[in-house]
């Protein structure tokens, strides 16, 4: 049983991370620097429960408003340049975060015992859950409660002005420009509002896996990130989700009995998806047959 | 004073070993410029098939004993197999209006040449043949290490090579004009997925020049190669400016020189992080990369 209890909780911290990811997409952009916001929001989150006493929902929402700000500083000169700059540019700052918490020492002494972030061996005993007696059910209810919270406000955003004007700037820079929209703040915006959640997922991650370290929060993280929207589609937050299950779910837990095959089938897999369904799992017309399917009316053909 | 100036001496030192490692760097910076220059996509797998050449002429060599140049001929024509392998599976079939497909697939290859990598060798570093690793030139107080000095030797004959290419034969006239204009080259008779596929073919032998070279100065291979390179391969090309080769060159050995210099100034765990930062200073002061023209950018 705690084996599928641990299974849910990496399923939602996963799903938060790509929806930070959806969230910058949206604008036709790709980040790969959510893993650093991420690492940001763990690190933060960790020494604000270990080191300052705090309980985790603000720690969480500290650590995620940093990674908020830190992705709104590296959003403005990357965005102002075109949008592979933006790839490399985030992928040498997610890089760069890693780096700076391998470098990254900060213990106190707490009842005898050195605690807080000590370079390459990581940061132990972030022992909030315990010490509180939540429970493996308790935490995964925490984190699905956080999951459902971020992936109501997306859907909501979505369905209001800022979603439209989102997906305006990702399908057609220049005519969302010439509808008088802001490319830059629209951008820096999407880019601060995707840090804000990768900071809040890398909370959850830090307290429930105890114990963080630089190589967590490396290249491979930030790929999975951006591959559950790119494999979910961008229609809508499901999509994230769907992948989600898809990849931690069926491609690493459900092929482990294929022992290090596993990793070849993964990356073979991810290269045969882009070429069946470029445009995700659920992409726009699967998204209208299944709403065909539940009203009886056919969508897919508008 | 004298301690200041045998720091001197070593900083020196450094940075002449940095530029000439560097030329590593351009190379795999060209390739990532040229194919963006061509296909307006990023290969994130070039890198890890670079370093896959280098390995495919590691178990040619396991096979049959063979002379060093050899070895870095068969990396160089197993690199070029290797690119032309990546354009059927990421770039041939999938519609040119879904880049992030096209990104991700080329992401997944990454993944799955290093898995395939780590599969074969268990993840243990190989060994890698060098020449010339028992010379040493002395200058007065500094020494340039031989093997060091070949690879920055064939590195710039392959330059020139591609150079001559890209700039004097009629496949490299194709390759530019595809890289200008794609409709404009198809109306006038040049095929386009035959230039394109040519384009990932010579990178991927320029790629696979640049495995062995980085074989031969490290002295192993080791899939802990693969991200470091596509990271500060991608750098390089950012700082060169995005679709330039003397750019990509110049930029290669500014960051292999820069990187020495801070690792000998804060140590090994900090230099990347200063790579990163030269490469935000230029996203800042000069975002269209070092030859950009400084007005009337688009």
């Known amino acids: 049983m705690d084996f599928y209890l641990g299974l849910a909780q990496i399923i939602g911290v996963h799903t938060i991370l790509g929806l930070s990811a959806y969230v910058v997409m949206l604008t036709g952009q790709l980040s790969l620097a959510q893993a650093g916001f991420f690492a940001i929001g763990a690190y933060v989150s960790g020494?604000?429960?270990?080191?300052?006493g705090f309980h985790i929902l603000p720690a969480m929402l500290v650590g995620g408003l940093l990674a908020g700000v830190m992705a709104c500083i590296v959003g403005f000169p990357a965005l102002r340049v075109k949008g592979l700059m933006l790839v490399i540019a985030t992928l040498a700052f997610g890089e760069f975060v890693r780096l700076f918490f391998f470098n990254f020492d900060y213990q106190i002494s707490k009842g005898g015992i050195a605690v807080g972030p000590l370079g390459g061996e990581g940061f132990r005993q972030i022992r909030f859950f315990p010490e509180n007696g939540w429970t493996s059910f308790d935490v995964m209810l925490f984190v699905w409660g956080v999951v459902i919270a971020v992936m109501a406000a997306l859907w909501w955003m979505d369905r209001s002005r800022a979603g439209a004007v989102l997906r305006a700037v990702g399908e057609d820079e220049l005519a969302a420009q010439s509808a008088g929209i802001n490319l830059t703040v629209v951008k820096v915006a999407a880019m601060t509002a995707g840090g804000f959640i990768a900071g809040l997922g890398g909370?959850?991650?830090?307290?429930?896996?105890?114990?963080?370290e630089h190589l967590n929060f490396g290249v491979i993280l930030a790929t999975f990130a951006i591959a559950y929207p790119i494999l979910g589609g961008l229609s809508n937050v499901f999509g994230t989700l769907l992948a989600v299950i898809f990849i931690q779910g069926v491609l690493v837990e459900g092929l482990r009995f294929m022992g290090d095959w596993r990793n070849l089938l993964f990356g073979a897999l991810i290269v045969l998806a882009m070429n069946v369904r470029p445009r995700g799992l659920l992409d726009e017309r699967s998204m209208a047959l299944l709403k065909g399917l539940f009203t009886g009316r056919d969508h897919a053909r508008t | 004073m004298e301690d200041f100036l045998f720091d001197l001496i070593d900083l020196v030192?450094?940075?002449a070993d940095g530029l000439l490692f560097g030329t590593t760097y351009a190379m795999i910076g060209i390739g990532f410029t040229l194919i963006f220059g061509v296909m307006d996509k990023l290969n994130m797998s070039y890198a890890a098939a670079a370093i896959a050449g280098a390995y495919a002429s590691v178990a040619a060599f396991a096979l049959v004993p063979l002379p060093a140049p050899v070895v870095f001929f068969v990396a160089a024509v197993a690199g070029g197999v290797f690119g032309y392998v990546i354009y059927l599976l990421c770039f041939r079939f999938i519609p040119l209006a879904s880049p992030l497909a096209t990104l991700m697939a080329t992401v997944g290859m990454l993944l799955l040449i290093d898995e395939i990598v780590v599969h074969e060798t268990d993840g243990m570093p190989q060994p890698y043949p060098a020449l010339f690793d028992d010379?040493?030139?002395?200058?007065?107080?500094?020494?340039?290490?031989?093997?060091?000095?070949?690879?920055?030797?064939?590195?710039v004959v392959a330059m020139g090579l591609l150079l001559y290419l890209i700039y004097r034969t009629r496949l490299g006239i194709a390759t530019r004009a595809v890289s200008q204009q794609p409709v404009a080259a198809q109306l006038c008779g040049i095929g386009l997925e035959r230039t394109n596929?040519?384009?990932?073919?010579?990178?991927g032998v320029l790629g696979g020049v640049a495995g062995a070279m980085i074989g031969a100065a490290v002295g192993v291979l080791s899939p802990l190669l693969t991200l470091?390179?596509?990271?500060?391969?991608?750098?390089v090309t950012v700082i060169g400016g995005l679709g330039s080769i003397p750019g990509a060159i110049v930029a290669g050995l500014l960051v292999g020189a820069f990187e020495n210099a801070f690792q000998f100034l804060r140590g090994v765990t900090e230099r990347d992080m200063y790579v990163m930062l030269l490469l935000?200073?230029?996203?800042f002061l000069r975002p269209g990369g070092i030859f950009s023209r400084p007005a009337g950018r688009d």
């Open chain 1, 47 to 52: 020494m604000l429960t270990v080191l300052a």
């Open chain 1, 203 to 212: 909370g959850i991650y830090a307290h429930y896996t105890t114990h963080i």
């Open chain 2, 13 to 15: 030192q450094s940075i």
């Open chain 2, 135 to 155: 010379v040493m030139i002395e200058f007065g107080p500094f020494g340039l290490r031989g093997d060091l000095m070949f690879v920055f030797l064939v590195s």
């Open chain 2, 197 to 203: 596929a040519m384009t990932f073919v010579i990178t």
């Open chain 2, 228 to 235: 470091p390179f596509t990271v500060k391969g991608l750098i």
């Open chain 2, 280 to 283: 935000f200073v230029f996203l």
